[in-house]
């Protein structure tokens, strides 16, 4: 189900993540849309990769784990409900022990997954990571 990922499975991984955010971030511009799907392959050079395939051997979603911290959890569109994302979520706190993420203010699906899971808000930037003006929340998950 969940293995290790690497550049030859970019191009799957991408498809992956436009579904999802074509899903899920209605507020992104369609030029930073554009701008973020042109970095992924960058950031994919800075965490972790694993991918998840279903029963078939098809990849339906992967996570991006760097030090303590969920760099990117995402689940193709079709997928989502499914319970993947809880599985991709509980490798990353249990096998990989990331506890942080940060996702943009105006995701609220997946604030409110994350924060059914336990992960709570200790604080907030104004602007993204690339200096863009979607507000980002940090997240913790406390040991149990």
Known sequence: ???PADKKDY???IA???SAVKATHDFLSDEDF???KKHIPIY???VSLYKYK???GVVKAFLGVADNSIEMLFVDNESRGSGIGKILLDYAVNKLNA???DVNEQNKQA???YYHFGFKEVSRDEYDGEGKGYPILHLVKSEE
């Open 44 to 46: 994919f050079e800075h």
């Open 16 to 18: 992956v993540w436009e």
């Open 54 to 56: 279903d029963d078939k």
């Open 111 to 113: 604030l409110d997954f």
């Open 11 to 13: 191009p799957v991984l």
């Open 34 to 36: 554009e701008f973020y």
């Open 99 to 101: 506890r942080n993420v």
């Open 1 to 3: 189900m969940i293995s």
